[in-house]
């Protein structure tokens, strides 16, 4: 058999893998042949129908009409526009005129006195250690009477986050986030408060910080 092969490869000039692929393949390529044609006339969709348009009734023709002639829609947005125009307004003419703050508003800190004239702060550090940004930088000395006060208490606003640890670390209510918002600035030295602009924001704002306090006192 192979001999056979090879003469007839030999005779007619063709290379053996191709011969060999010309005589063996055909029994198993017919079977798959058929399958396929079988498969594609199977598969031949019909034709779609053609589009019909949808029946309209009466009573959306009348719709219809109504609204072209009436104008009836164009009349709704107009009554619409005439009720937003009646109600109050909801917007206020900032910075002439400016919105409530809650108790718990959280803005430039300030450093508190006692009715005498005395700072509050006692050098305890919490402020400085619960700061997550660490912002505070605290340096303190001892008084004569062997209590403790501060020389130095620093705030770099360009890293504090607003948090309000502070404040609530703060056993004597020192530390406090006031109720201004408005302390923009030009240069980034201005965002570093020291222990007087501290003191003067409190003495500034003591009222309404109090004020606050007192409203909330309930849920610290």
């Known amino acids: 058999m ?3 092969l090879l003469t007839r490869v030999l005779q007619r000039g063709l290379p053996p893998s191709a011969s060999l692929r010309s005589s063996i393949r055909p029994a198993v390529q017919a079977p798959l042949v058929q399958a396929s044609l079988a498969l594609s006339s199977s598969n031949k969709s019909t034709p779609p129908a053609p589009l ?18 009436f104008l009836t829609e164009l009349m709704r947005g107009f009554w619409l526009s005439f009720e937003v125009s009646m109600k109050p307004k909801v917007t206020i003419n900032y910075p002439f005129e400016k919105g409530h703050l809650s108790p718990r508003f959280r803005g430039e800190h300030a450093l508190r006195r006692y009715p005498n004239g005395e700072e509050r702060c006692i050098a305890c550090k919490l402020c ?3 700061c997550p940004a660490q912002a505070i930088t605290i340096e303190a000395e001892q008084r004569a009477d062997g209590s403790r006060k501060t020389t130095r208490y620093d705030i770099d606003m360009t890293k504090c986050i607003f948090c309000g640890f502070c404040q609530e670390a703060c056993p004597v209510d020192a530390i406090v986030e006031g109720p201004n918002f408005e302390f923009a600035t030009e240069t980034h030295e201005e965002l570093l408060y020291d222990k007087e602009k501290l003191l003067a924001n ?12 007192a409203a909330e006192h309930l849920y610290r």
């Open 202 to 213: 409190g003495d500034k704002w003591e009222v309404a910080i109090a004020r606050n306090l």
């Open 52 to 69: 019909q348009e949808p029946k309209t009734s009466f009573s959306e023709v009348l719709d219809r009409a109504t609204n072209i002639f």
């Open 128 to 130: 400085e250690a619960i």
């Open 2 to 4: 192979a001999s056979q």
